[in-house]
């Protein structure tokens, strides 16, 4: 692959993914499209990139996309959104929306699921105290694949083991063969979406909570920004934002604020609030 | 500094437990057998147990039961570490007294994992 094949590889990543892969990451380009090549019969990566520029593919398109995307994900990751989730956001909301027993929450890059099934668990935890309330999870990725996995819900031991306690792991999910696989009333909470974040999502509807986590940082900053943007535009006037414990929106946008006493969790900006909007960002 | 004890009848098992263990600033103690585990015990108790299931001289289910059967021995955060992997072993377990559950074979993320879960992971390695 030359020079002038690999940036045209990297444009093509970022028009169609918003993923910013800089200069320095042609191994990691090498690594992940091999496979790719081999399931559409492409004899090397030059050709790979002749055949994106020709745009005869709509398939490979994707799957070199979802080959490049980060799907690293497992059950309560980094624990810290999770223990925010029991300890604050559920009593805070319980209270806020008592007259409509009603909550929303997004997973905006769900992968293979661990996230919105962590929440989902923690909700089923806690439904004694919600009687009659109506829960709404919606999880979306970019990758169809993966939204494959998380609906049919199996888990190798590794997967059930990075974070996910035993006692959960007994109470919610069936050995079959060597796999575990998820209780279909967790599976049925929630909603899985295909979403690329660098277009419109305006259609999901407002949100009390919205898990954005580990996913910006593949973003340059001025789609960080576009997306953490819409993301305030779709969010409730006291919505709650989780990003991943490296992002921040500081020096990114104005539209979110940190809550000082919770470290990755964010609100909307009263004060730059800006009218909803409806266009699709644009870079 | 945390204080884990290792209970396994296999040297290896023990050295790579030990080598994951230390990385994350624990001061580690090895038993080959429950008995022997138990008398590590009496000598001091530890933060955590990682315990295996199957050893000669005393399993890791009989262990256990000792150890619960003791005010002190309520403490420590206990990890059954071991290749019996069916829910209902898991469940046993947890009756005995269980905090947490490790199918082998597992990695240093694991352990990691169920460390911090159980809120014994030295500070320098916390979230």
Known sequence: MTEAEFDALRAFLKTRSGLALSPDKRYLVESRLSSVCTRFKIDSLSHLVREIRAGRSVALEKATVEAMTTNETFFFRDKGPFDLFQDVLLPKYLKERASTRRLRIWCAAASTGQEPYSLAMLLKEAAPRMPGWHIDIVASDISTEVLEKAKAGFYNQFEVQRGLPIRLLVKYFTQVGDQWQIAPEIRAMVDYRYLNLIEDFNRLGQFDIVYCRNVLIYFDPNLKADVLRRIANIMAPDGSLLLGASETVLGVTDALTLDPAHRGLYSKNAASAAPKMFAVGGR | ?127
């Open chain 2, 1 to 127: 500094m945390n204080y884990c004890l290792i209970i396994d009848d296999s040297r290896v098992i023990r050295k790579v437990s030990r080598e994951v263990a230390e990385g994350l600033s624990f001061r580690v103690a090895e038993a080959e057998n429950g008995e022997v585990g138990l008398q590590a015990c009496q000598a001091e108790m530890p933060d955590v147990i990682l315990l295996d299931w199957n050893m000669p001289v005393m399993d890791g289910y009989s262990f256990l039961k000792h150890l619960r059967a003791t005010p002190e021995g309520q403490a420590p955060k206990v990890v059954f570490c071991t290749t019996e992997n069916d829910i209902d072993r898991i469940t046993r377990a947890l009756d005995a007294g269980a905090d947490e559950y490790i199918m082998k074979p597992f990695d240093r993320d694991i352990l990691a994992a169920k460390f911090q879960e159980l809120g014994v992971l030295p500070a320098s390695h916390s979230a």
